[in-house]
Nanobody
Framework: QVQLVESGGGLVQAGGSLRLSCAASGPSFSAYSMGWFRQAPGKEREFVAAVNWAGGDPHYGDSVKGRFIISRDNAKKELYLQMNSLKPEDTAVYYC????????????????????WGQGTQVTVSS
């Protein structure tokens, strides 16, 4: 099973940018579809973005479309989330997650379909 560690969170002003990274260890990272989710206090875990094993078929949650970009580097075993034009409502703990194989597109936005999770990284956007 893959182990995941997120980094890159922090405090940023509204309109700013951050880039999150997720480092994977263990076998077969390149076989997994990968996703980013977030959870704010008192709210349910929310889908942010997901991408297939090759970095294709990127999908985004409606609230981040046009602002966030998901990507991966299988050689480095890393997943990324470039976050631009940040808003206070983007404040949350951000988690990366690995899906199983096969992993159909219909699974991308369902956090229950992802089997491995990192510990999360806090992103705070001030107004």
């Amino acid at each position: 099973q893959v182990q995941l560690v997120e980094s890159g969170g922090g405090l940023v002003q509204a309109g700013g940018s951050l880039r999150l990274s997720c480092a994977a260890s263990g076998p077969s990272f390149s076989a997994y579809s990968m996703g980013w989710f977030r959870q704010a206090p008192g709210k349910e875990r929310e889908f942010v973005a997901a991408v297939n094993w090759a970095g294709g078929d990127p999908h985004y949650g409606d609230s981040v479309k046009g602002r966030f970009i998901i990507s991966r580097d299988n050689a480095k075993k890393e997943l990324y989330l470039q976050m631009n034009s940040l808003k206070p409502e983007d404040t949350a703990v951000y988690y990366c997650a690995a899906g199983g194989t096969p992993f159909p597109l219909s699974y991308y936005s369902d956090y229950r379909k992802f089997g491995s999770w990192g510990q999360g990284t806090q992103v705070t956007v001030s107004s």
